[in-house]
């Protein structure tokens, strides 16, 4: 069975950059066809989906946080990794990654049918 894991700092100061590793097992993340997505989850926002890298190497970002996200990826140590630039308490959040069949249109939880257990990330003042 799939698994993912995140992994990264759970304190960031603001204007910092949050960089953040999904280390996944148990499948390739250059399988065809499927999508390698970073999402978040705050109180008053619900989730958010960041973006994806799929099984190709292409990347696509959600359009509110575009300029300030970068997604990559390594395939040797079947990882892939975000990067949040500029942070602010704002971006305070649970972070997740999570895999799914399709290129993700909707925010919704029922697209993914794999998820890492998420990480706090905490953006102080």
């Known amino acids: 069975q799939v698994q993912l894991q995140e992994s990264g700092p759970g304190l960031v100061k603001p204007s910092q950059t949050v960089s953040l590793t999904c280390t996944v097992s148990?499948?390739?993340?250059?399988?065809?066809?499927?999508?390698w997505s970073w999402l978040r989850q705050s109180p008053g926002k619900g989730l958010e989906w960041m973006g994806a890298i799929a099984y190709d190497g292409s990347i696509y970002y959600g359009p509110s946080l575009k300029s300030r996200t970068s997604i990559s990826r390594d395939t040797s140590s079947n990882q892939f990794t975000l990067q949040l630039r500029s942070v602010t308490p704002e971006d305070t959040a649970v972070y997740y990654c999570?895999?799914?069949?399709?290129?993700?249109?909707?925010?919704?939880?029922?697209?993914?049918?794999?998820w890492g257990q998420g990480t706090q990330v905490t953006v102080s003042s």
């Open positions: 148990g499948g390739s993340i250059t399988t065809t066809s499927y999508y």
């Open positions: 999570a895999r799914s069949d399709h290129l993700p249109y909707q925010n919704y939880w029922r697209e993914y049918d794999y």
